[in-house]
Every structure is written in C-alpha cells, then in structure tokens.
C-alpha cells in the first residue's frame, strides 16, 4: 500500500465499516478492539463513529488529507482490508473531501 493511502482518511470519514462480531476481540480468533465498535444487529457491528449521518472512524487519527492513519491498522476488520485504493468508492469518498482521485501510479 501507497503512503498516499494511509495519508488520506477519507474512506475512514464517508463508509460504515461493518462487519461479523466474530472480528472482533471478544472472540477468541478476533483482532478488532470491541469497546471500538457498536451492534448494528444480532450478528454485525460498526466501527463506532461510522454509523451515522456523517461517519468518522473511531480509529481515524488526523485529519483527511492531511497526515492521517488507522490507530488500529494491524487490528482491521475485512471490511477496511478489502478496500480497494484508487477504485470507484476510493474516489467517491475522496471527491466529498475535495481530493482528486488518485492517479494510478500511486497503486
């Protein structure tokens, strides 16, 4: 991964990051810190701060576009491992901070 990834933020500030509970911590295979998520039913959980008209991830240090990172990065759910830098939604969450898209030769 790119510096300019981990240097954005803005998919940290415009997605709920959902997932299976099972991910986190209260689970013996788990990683994500649980007091760092919210039920959002019987069997998923959001990352707190994301569930919400303006979401902003809990573990999101700095300031987007700015210097900016995961607090949790080693600990992450699926759902932020499997985002794609530079795809359609990267762009999409970049555009509603006034980023330009990034340019391939970043990924």
């Known amino acids: 991964m790119s ?4 240097a954005c933020g803005a998919c940290c500030a415009t997605f709920r990051v959902s997932f ?9 295979d788990g990683a994500v810190p ?5 039920p959002v039913s ?10 919400q008209a303006r979401p902003r991830c809990i573990a999101l ?5 700015q210097p900016a990172g995961c607090g949790i990065y080693a600990q ?11 795809d359609a ?15 391939s030769e970043f990924f």
Do not use: K
């Open 34 to 38: 649980v007091e760092l998520t919210e």
């Open 61 to 65: 240090q700095g300031d987007i576009g």
């Open 42 to 51: 019987a069997h998923f959980v959001a990352m707190r701060g994301t569930n």
């Open 76 to 86: 992450r759910s699926s759902t932020c491992r499997e985002f794609e830098m530079g």
């Open 20 to 28: 299976y509970w099972a991910e986190t911590d209260a689970h013996p």
């Open 3 to 6: 510096d300019v990834c981990i």
């Open 89 to 103: 939604r990267c762009a999409q969450a970049r555009a509603g901070f006034g980023l330009p898209p990034l340019e």
